[in-house]
């Protein structure tokens, strides 16, 4: 039977007020994926994309080949950058409801990623993160504090004034700036990849873009630049099943996962459980085993949530259906971290409720420092002088002159 | 005749044109957003809620979210318009026109005349632009100029929302490929704007005040500014006459002379850069063909020569103000 050309227009698989569904999520169990050695060849390794690494099962234990085997202590620093980056987030979020900041971004539900893969990378390791990545930076020891003055653009901020909210940067702890422009660093972090082989270190590159990312150049550009020089890279997605008010669909998630468009190219893809700490951690470590050991690039795509909305701009309640995260079958990686350290007999209820507050004291603190340097509208504010400089190297003097002008205007000297 | 909002206006405009030409198609990211629920006529309709409400009366298979590509979106924008549809593709901050600045002016742009005059790429790129909202460089710039350089395009600038209803209906209806920009610190102003569709030509300026002291060029949210310290100096005796050229390119050069003829003084405030920017070109053009007019040299009031900062404070010392306008109103006076 012949059919007219048709045009297929993606559509979640539940909208505002229908009942959530989950049912396209293809799933593995715990513990059933087998890992390969990281020497074996990609062409043998394809179905790494298409199944779960998962290692926490329904019982909260650690099963499988993949189980890292972290020790307590490993595991509960873990829970607390988990617990400290949500506490960030949920502070940051309020302070914009009330006006004290611009803009924010939560990770909300995305924690374990940041700060699994943190864990599984070496200081040295240069990281390219995104918008969504705040536990890159919390993890590699940049203070709270100077984080919240970067989203409050005061005298405190490492950016000095020049960036908007959340776009941090770290250059002393090997972190790159964030890109207001999706999936730039991509490219940027095969090309850090390749500087290291050029030099002959062994340091790695690791990048992260969200689902809906892949649909820029910049991704499939760097996957092929990741093919052909083979350059020690880990190239993630963060499938959070959302874009902003499109769903993954809308990145083609639909026909194949994101791990499979390594594939085609010949750059090992690996899908795990971005929800699981103990996998995600494995799982990078494979992959940066393999760079670090001339194997070369490895994309792995993290299955996982947007808790909550896009940014502080949006409203999801228009576009997805409410008790949609509840439904996800992969459930909270906070909860399922301590549910696993409590089987262990290694945290209880106590010990998290004392966490939580001794997190909760620790933001406090940051953000009384934070507003000290001023807020939007408290001074002290950025020095004027601060706008004109750093265009260039030195400045050209056709800006002395505007800068001269416009300050003796506003009565700030030069 | 209703008070209507920038938004509303471009919104109406948008849907009206979709009534009359079902060849009209609109494409981008988030424009549909929320499609499918039972309320979808409040789905989410882009980040300043633009195109909200119009998926619900022409469907998806006409008000397409796209994949966030815009280079994808852009390209397929031009071969849907050569395959004879009237395609709007929304971009959500020019500055992202990094991305996809070849298909829009070495494809685009240069399709009709490259090909002997044989096609036509009827696409209207609507965009958002302009400082004001602390989001910094990557999502605050006026990069308008950089696209009126390119010969086969048009370039629409709208100050308000009657200029912006009709100058959109307009570049729907063109044959060209017209880059609409719009100033995001402008969607919730008011003005009264006719219900029924109505065009608004190009490359016709748009006198917002006369006087015979001083020309005044500006376009977009700096018509407001202009217009504020208009008022200011007419307190002061001083008369300006305000010009809103509202399309770049095309650019209405004789009404910018005629003015110029009557004041022989001219001040341009613009927010695009000091060099190579909107105010450069009008200079450049009554310096070169008005230059015997010229009572005082030439101001341009722009921002500095950097990229825009985030800070509040400093955001707004790079804003072009009435203050600065009225310094440099008061220098050209001196002569
Ligand atoms: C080049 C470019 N196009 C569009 C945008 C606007 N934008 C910002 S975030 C976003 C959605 C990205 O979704 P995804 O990649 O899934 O990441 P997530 O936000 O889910 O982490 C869009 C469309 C942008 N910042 N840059
Ligand atoms: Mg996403």
């Known amino acids: 039977m012949t059919q007219k050309p048709y045009l297929h227009i993606p559509r979640p698989t539940a909208r505002p007020g229908e009942v959530p569904d989950f049912s396209y999520l293809k799933l593995s169990d715990a513990g059933a994926v087998d890992r390969p050695p990281v020497t074996e060849k990609a062409k043998n390794i394809e179905y790494l994309s298409h199944q779960l690494v998962r290692v926490l099962d329904e019982q909260h234990e650690a099963k499988g080949p993949w189980d890292p085997s972290l020790d307590e202590a490993a595991l509960v620093k873990a829970l607390r950058y988990m617990v400290l980056t949500r506490a960030y987030d949920d502070r940051m979020q309020r302070v914009q409801r009330q006006g004290k900041i611009s803009f924010y971004i939560q990770s909300l539900g995305e924690e374990a990623i940041s700060i699994g893969q943190g864990l599984a990378l070496a200081p040295d390791d240069m990281l390219f993160p995104s918008y969504r990545n705040q536990g890159l930076y919390i993890l ?72 809906g990312s892949t649909s820029e150049a910049d991704f499939h550009y760097a996957l ?37 468009r390594g594939v085609g190219l010949g750059i090992p893809g690996i899908r795990v459980d971005g929800n699981d700490l103990l996998a995600v951690y494995a799982v990078t470590c494979w992959a940066a085993e393999r760079a670090r050991n001339g194997h070369g690039p490895t994309l792995i795509e993290h299955v996982t949530y947007r808790g909550g909305a896009h940014s502080t701009s949006d409203d999801p309640s228009r576009y997805r259906p ?71 190297k030195e400045m050209p003097d056709h800006l002395k002159r505007q800068r001269d002008e416009l300050l003796a205007l506003t009565g700030d000297t030069p | 005749m209703a008070g209507k909002t920038y938004r509303q206006a471009i919104n109406e405009a948008i849907l009206q044109e979709m009534r009359r030409d079902s060849t009209v198609i609109l494409l981008g990211e988030d424009v549909a957003g929320g499609t499918g629920a039972g309320g979808e006529g409040d789905a989410w309709g882009g980040p300043m809620g633009v195109t909200r409400g119009l998926v619900s009366e022409f469907g998806v298979g006409r008000v397409l979210d796209t994949p966030i590509s815009e280079a994808a979106y852009m390209g397929a924008a031009i071969g849907a318009a050569a395959s004879g549809l009237r395609p709007i593709a929304d971009l959500m901050f020019i500055d992202f026109a990094g991305v996809c600045f070849d298909q829009i002016v070495n494809q685009a742009a240069k399709y009709r005349y490259m090909y002997g005059g044989q096609d036509k790429i009827p696409l209207t790129i609507r965009t958002m632009m302009g400082a004001g909202l602390g989001i910094s460089s990557q999502h605050s710039q006026s990069l308008y100029p950089i696209f009126s350089y390119f010969a086969g395009l048009k370039v629409v600038v709208p100050s308000g929302p009657y200029d912006a209803k009709g100058l959109l209906i307009s570049a729907i209806r063109d044959d060209d490929p017209v880059i609409f920009c719009e100033h995001k610190a402008l969607y919730e102003m008011v003005e009264d704007v006719p219900d029924e569709p109505y065009t608004i030509p190009f490359g016709e300026a748009n006198f917002i005040r006369s006087g015979g002291d001083v020309t005044i060029v500006a376009m977009s949210s700096m018509v407001h500014v202009a217009t504020k310290a208009a008022t200011e100096l007419a307190r002061q005796g001083i008369e300006c006459e305000i010009l809103d050229p509202r399309t770049s390119s095309p650019l209405d050069t004789e009404s910018i002379l005629e003015s110029v003829e009557e004041t022989g003084r001219l001040v341009i405030i613009d927010e695009s850069g000091p060099r190579f920017g909107m105010a450069s070109e009008v200079a450049a053009v009554v310096a070169e063909e008005g230059f015997a007019l010229l009572k005082a040299p030439i101001i341009k009031v722009t921002p500095p020569f950097v990229p825009i900062p985030a800070a509040p404070n400093l955001e707004q010392l790079y804003i072009p103000d009435v203050a600065q306008l009225i310094v440099a109103v008061n220098k050209v006076m001196e002569s």
């Not at chain 1, 092929?224 to 998630?253: D, E, H, K, M, R």
Request: hydrophobic share 40%; net charge negative.
């Open chain 1, 140 to 211: 590699r020891g940049t203070r709270l504090v100077d984080m919240m003055c970067q989203c409050l653009s005061n005298t405190g901020d490492m950016c000095k004034g020049r960036q908007m909210p959340i776009m941090y940067q770290n250059r002393d702890k090997n972190i790159f700036s964030i890109s207001g422009n999706l999936a730039t660093q991509f490219p940027q972090a095969v090309g850090w990849a390749m500087g290291s082989a050029i030099k002959g270190e062994k340091h790695i590159a690791a990048s992260w873009v969200g689902d």
């Open chain 1, 224 to 260: 092929t630049f990741a093919a052909v020089y083979q350059p020690p890279v880990i190239l993630n997605v963060v499938n959070n099943q959302w874009a902003i008010s499109t769903f993954q669909g809308f990145a083609g998630g639909e026909r194949r996962p994101f791990a499979a």
């Open chain 1, 322 to 392: 409410k008790d949609e995260w509840a439904a996800f079958p992969l459930g909270d990686p906070m909860d399922r971290l301590i549910q696993h350290l409590i089987k262990l007999g290694h945290w209880s209820d106590e010990n998290q409720t004392a966490l939580e507050q001794e997190t909760k004291t620790i933001v406090d603190d940051a953000w009384k420092e934070a507003v000290s340097f001023g807020t939007m509208s408290e001074p002290p504010f950025l020095d004027a002088q601060l706008m004109f400089e750093d265009v260039f």
